[in-house]
């Protein structure tokens, strides 16, 4: 099967674009920092079913990484990664550094309003600036029709759905379903740092989420279903950086039990940090 073109410059990412226009074909972005997985490739099927043309963006983004996180040690696979896409993107763009961020870039995009408020944010301070400066940055470069998200990163997707109607792209975007594992693990490239006893203790997040959701839908006590959920998670010696209800539209706290939930969770497993969510 041929390779993945790629694309390094952005004169050659434009040049490739520009030629699908003319031809009047729809384009589709799928953002991703690498370390594919099966869950990345859905997204990249899912995008082929709204354009013609894919472009799978791979670049590990130096700003949405706190000092003390894991940016140095993030998988990097980027040839496996390229045989991964073959047949299933036109092009990857796989820019340095020094292109998303010249010497003396000094512009960031920040995302106000509920759906970055508590969450992430909370323990990763500066990361949803970075995600929401790279992805107008990627957006500027590519000006896809549609762009795919996947839903196991909850807030980010909400998070790009707000900058994206505040600043007036014209691009879709769609969400992606989260993949998981026979056993429930939602689909990660962080996995691959867990060890064989903790990816086994892992499933537990996914067993904790739904008995969370499933007494929700019972019995409307959505902070006793969430104290139940902590207590599970941290008898199985998980290290709790959140689990909590929020409104799936605006990331809200939950006030208004006939809206639709979002159960969103952050732990800490040994070393690797898993984060979760599904509908209530």
Do not use: H, W
């Given at each position: 099967m041929t390779s993945t073109p790629v694309a390094e410059a952005l004169a050659d990412l434009r040049q490739n674009v520009s030629g699908w226009r003319k031809a009047g074909e729809r384009v589709a972005l799928v953002p991703t920092m690498g370390a594919l997985h099966e869950g990345h490739l859905g997204l990249v099927r899912l995008a082929r079913q709204h354009a013609e043309r894919v472009v799978v963006s791979i670049f590990v983004n130096p700003t949405q990484f706190g000092p003390n996180e894991d940016f140095a040690k993030y998988p990097r696979t980027f040839e496996e990664d390229r045989s991964k896409l073959a047949g299933l993107a036109d092009l990857v763009f796989a820019p340095a550094v020094e292109t998303m961020y010249p010497p003396g870039d000094a512009t960031f995009v920040t995302v106000a309003g509920p759906a970055t408020v508590g969450l992430e944010d909370s323990f990763r301070p500066t990361h949803f600036r970075g995600v929401a400066t790279v992805v107008a940055k990627l957006f500027?470069?590519?000006?896809?029709?549609?762009?795919?998200?996947?839903?196991?990163?909850?807030?980010?997707?909400?998070?790009?759905?707000?900058?994206?109607?505040?600043?007036?792209?014209?691009?879709?975007?769609?969400?992606?379903?989260?993949?998981?594992?026979?056993?429930?693990?939602?689909?990660?490239?962080?996995?691959?740092?867990?060890?064989?006893?903790?990816?086994?203790?892992?499933?537990?997040?996914?067993?904790?989420?739904?008995?969370?959701?499933?007494?929700?839908?019972?019995?409307?006590?959505?902070?006793?279903?969430?104290?139940?959920?902590?207590?599970?998670?941290?008898?199985?010696?998980?290290?709790?950086?959140?689990?909590?209800?929020?409104?799936?539209?605006?990331?809200?706290?939950?006030?208004?039990l006939s809206a639709k939930i979002r159960i969103l969770v952050a732990a800490r497993l040994g070393t690797t940090r898993l984060i979760d969510n599904i509908e209530a």
């Open positions: 500027l470069q590519v000006q896809p029709d549609v762009a795919v998200f996947g839903e196991k990163d909850y807030q980010q997707l909400q998070v790009i759905r707000r900058m994206v109607a505040d600043l007036q792209f014209p691009i879709t975007i769609i969400p992606g379903p989260t993949l998981r594992t026979e056993d429930g693990l939602a689909m990660s490239s962080r996995n691959r740092y867990l060890s064989e006893d903790e990816r086994e203790q892992a499933a537990i997040i996914n067993q904790t989420l739904r008995q969370c959701a499933e007494e929700i839908r019972e019995t409307n006590d959505v902070e006793g279903a969430l104290e139940a959920g902590r207590a599970v998670l941290s008898k199985a010696e998980f290290d709790i950086d959140y689990l909590e209800a929020r409104d799936a539209e605006t990331l809200a706290p939950v006030t208004d």
